[in-house]
């Protein structure tokens, strides 16, 4: 079984003059899709797309634009687990789950495990009086999916927050901040919610260990995160950083491991390759786990100058798929 997870990177059926249309997308993209090869597959960044019904009181999307990248391939018939509000796909940044295997549940989570923070912002003009609510941009997507053998599987789908800053009142005037401390707590914020999002998900892996010792996991997506910072290591539950070895049971091992140092980057800024997309698994799906690959022939540096992410019909991240014998 291959289990991947790939970052499309807006994927969307609009266009204009600096976006490529989606006819220029689909090919390349399905050509990665196909590559992957894949029975699960992970995606962040799918747009939803309005339909005739949909107004402001009442929304109604549909996810076109990823329908018409899996037309006529072995995904066109997966079942789908969405992200989701007010019952409709979000306009932007869904996470969706592609399962050839029947999905006997879906969950998603934001802020369930985690009540909002409160965070009182002290470079915002004007300041900030009292203290606001602080969340999470984008919910934890949780599919339980049940294998041929009867056995089930977890699959948990994440997008962690940017590492661009978060907005403080009275701070920016498009993309300049009139300050290098108002810029720094907006760097502060993404921080927060990274991590926040982090902990909601090790929070809810507790849980399904709590149910199911043995269960068996993947979590994967774009974390924004290398190996070794907090995110990563707060899902991961390492042993070294626990130091019980009776958790051992409950820590998640990086399929990156697998990967030749040279070739272990999923994104690349300012010429810096970086691993910001992981798969993380269970100790239960270790002994079955035969070997990993991350298909970044074609990236290209989303930072140089003169060069924007919207221009490249491909994906600034590249997909990560782990192969397992179960």
């Known amino acids: 079984m291959r289990i991947a997870t790939f970052n499309v990177e807006n994927l969307d059926s609009s266009a204009d003059e600096n976006n490529p249309t989606l006819n220029k997308r689909v090919p390349i993209l399905r050509a990665a899709f196909e590559r992957m090869d894949a029975e699960v597959v ?31 391939t072995r995904y066109q018939t997966y079942h789908r687990a969405v992200t989701k509000t007010q019952g409709t796909p979000y306009d932007k940044r869904n ?35 009292d203290a606001k609510d602080l969340s999470w941009e984008r919910p934890i997507l949780h599919a339980k999916l049940h294998l041929p053998d009867g056995s089930k599987l977890h699959v948990i789908n ?21 300050s290098a401390a108002g810029w720094a707590e907006g760097y502060f914020l993404s921080s927060i919610k990274r991590v926040g999002q982090a902990l909601e998900t090790r929070v809810l892996l507790d849980q399904i260990f709590d149910a199911q010792p043995d269960a068996q996991i993947v979590v994967c997506g774009d974390f924004n995160a290398e190996p070794g910072e907090v995110p990563v290591e707060a899902i991961a539950g390492r042993v070294e950083n626990t130091n019980n070895p009776n958790l051992r049971h409950r820590m998640l091992v990086s399929c990156s491991n697998h990967i030749a140092e040279s070739n272990r980057f999923s994104h690349l800024h300012h010429g810096q390759p970086n691993l910001l997309d992981h798969m993380l ?8 786990f035969l070997g990993a690959e991350i ?15 919207s221009k490249y019909p491909e994906s600034d991240h590249a997909a990560f798929v782990g192969e397992f014998d179960l």
């Open 42 to 72: 992970c995606l962040q960044e799918v747009h939803g797309q309005e339909t005739d019904n949909h107004t402001s009181n009442d929304p109604d999307r549909i996810l076109s634009a990823l329908d018409a990248v899996v037309e006529g």
């Open 95 to 129: 996470l969706v789950i592609l399962s050839e295997y029947e999905i006997e549940a879906a969950y998603q989570y934001r802020n369930d495990h985690i009540a909002k923070l409160a965070y009182r912002k002290v470079t915002s003009n004007p300041p900030d009086a």
């Open 158 to 178: 994440l997008h962690l927050k940017s590492r661009l800053a978060s907005n403080v009142e009275g701070q920016k005037n498009g993309f300049s901040w009139h």
């Open 281 to 288: 698994i269970s100790q239960s799906l270790l002994p079955s």
């Open 295 to 309: 298909h970044n022939e074609n990236l290209h540096d989303e930072s140089l100058p003169f060069t924007f992410d």
